[in-house]
């Protein structure tokens, strides 16, 4: 790399635009979305689609509500052809969604794509041109002039060949391509005489598509553009404005939500960031950055892991674990400390008395995506005891109360550092039965129990080390009379300084857990768990299981 870049790269210049709205304003509502996987996705795959990934994308699109797709380049060639011809004359497209064809401002290139739309009840012809310096000067070898004659002939042909076909309901786009690092006068002039020849309406607008063909600049550049181009282009009652950003910087999205607070219409994009080079923008993220600010986006992604398959399939790539909300881990925590946070932001939101969403690193609902919480929070060797606790809670319905907690994920902890690799909730049970109800010195046979002048008398047989013993013992509950019963008959003296007890689950099937906090005469602190249909019985396996940890070697 170049100490000084400077001598090979310049920088980009600024919009004269001091007056610009933009910064000010705020996203209120969705824009119209244009899907472009199917044609500059497409572009961008080593393998493009077949005809039957091509229409299973199409329904994909159709499923979540994209109402204007462009479906391919007619006269790339033959496959692309059939495969839009086919759509129309099988009738496969719905009566509210609106196919769209990209063409370059060729008569032959824009014949055959009329062609291929032939019966179709509506459709979108989109014709294009590059209009900066450097494709004049480099690529074109033209003027201003000659760019424009370009365009203008392409318009003269949209609007002759439509007139061919009345039966469709016609309506047309126009890029500036390059538009990002074209002269904005440039832009302006260019589309405006595209306008003088297909004379659009309020009713029967046109679209210009304004793309950052290469991401040249930072954002707010490009929303300045698009504010100068919105401000300056003539009957912008008669414009729909649309943006198609690339991610070459890696601020599409960005450069998207800017330029719809510039004064645009429109995003065009891909699922997912598909697309030439970095990718187009990503409609994903697009449209749930506005669900997440309470904005209907217009789009369903209620089974957003549905989404991620089919376009892994159609494209074979494969969608980062990263990606903004629909990769695998997007809403996963592993820290200790963000897995604390989150646990208690559920705990808070179950208590809420309204809908609003307010927890801890999740700028969403998972569930809104069709996500699981069981996935919110996983398991390696950086999590904590929230984690631990909250993966059991969800796994197993255990609410372990905090101490507990902590004292069962160092057990957790070392699995972790020894494994080196992320336990699953099968792991963390595993754990946990080993530590607190595995079968240790002592174990519970059978009992009774009754009262007498207000004391509890504990009454049964229990067996250590494999053999059995009849134990009774006093005390004015049930817990109290198992530990006299103990020391009596062993001499074991626990004292009990925490209890806990929840039913796990619902209905007459429920079990009961309890949870107890013991310290022995030597002033450790160990824990017991019961579990069992009966709470009374639960609580006497808990006792047993604090003896256990308190005898274990």
Known sequence: ???????????????????????????????????????????????????????????????????????GFPSAGQTEFDFISGLVRAGRVPDDVTIQVLTQSRRDLIERSFESLEGAKTAIVHLYNAVSPSWRRIVFGLDVAGVKAIAVEGASILRDEAAKRPETDWRFEYSPETFSTAELDVSLEVCSAVMDVLRPTAERPIIFNLPATVEAATPNIYADQIEYFCRNIPDREAVIVSLHTHNDRGTGVAATELGLLAGADRVEGCLLGNGERTGNVDLVTVALNMYSQGIDPGLDFSNIDEVVSTVEYCTAIQTHPRQPYAGELVFTAFSGSHQDAIKKGFAAQAQRNDEMWDVPYL?????????????????????????????????????????????????????????????????????????????????????????????????????????????????????????????????????????????????????????????TPDGRTVFGVGIDADIATASVRAVLSAVNGANRP
């Open 1 to 71: 790399m170049l100490r000084d870049p400077s001598v090979k790269y310049r920088p980009f210049p600024q919009v004269p635009l001091p007056d610009r709205q933009w910064p000010g304003r705020t996203i209120t509502q969705a824009p119209r979305w244009l899907s472009t996987d199917m044609r500059d996705g497409n572009q961008a795959l080593i393998d493009p689609m077949d005809a039957e990934k091509k229409q299973r994308f199409f329904d994909l699109l159709v499923k979540i509500g994209i109402k204007e797709i462009e479906v």
């Open 363 to 519: 700028p969403i609902d998972p569930a809104d995506l069709g996500r699981s919480y069981e996935a919110v929070i996983r398991v390696n060797s950086q999590s904590g005891k929230g984690g631990v606790a909250w993966v059991l809670e969800q796994d197993k319905g255990l609410k372990l109360p905090k101490r507990l907690q902590a004292d069962f994920s160092r057990h957790v902890q070392t699995l972790a550092d020894e494994t080196s690799r992320e336990l699953n909730a099968e792991d963390i049970w595993s754990v946990f039965e080993a530590t607190y109800l595995a079968p240790g010195r002592f174990a519970l046979i059978d009992y009774h129990e009754q009262q007498d002048a207000g004391a509890r008398i504990f009454a049964g047989c229990i067996a250590r080390d494999g053999e059995e013993r009849s134990v009774s013992g006093r005390g004015n509950g049930l817990i109290s009379s198992v530990l006299a019963a103990l020391k009596e008959s062993y001499g074991i003296q626990l004292d009990v300084a925490d209890y806990n007890e929840h039913a796990i689950g619902h209905g007459a099937d429920a079990q009961a857990a309890t949870y107890l906090e013991c310290r």
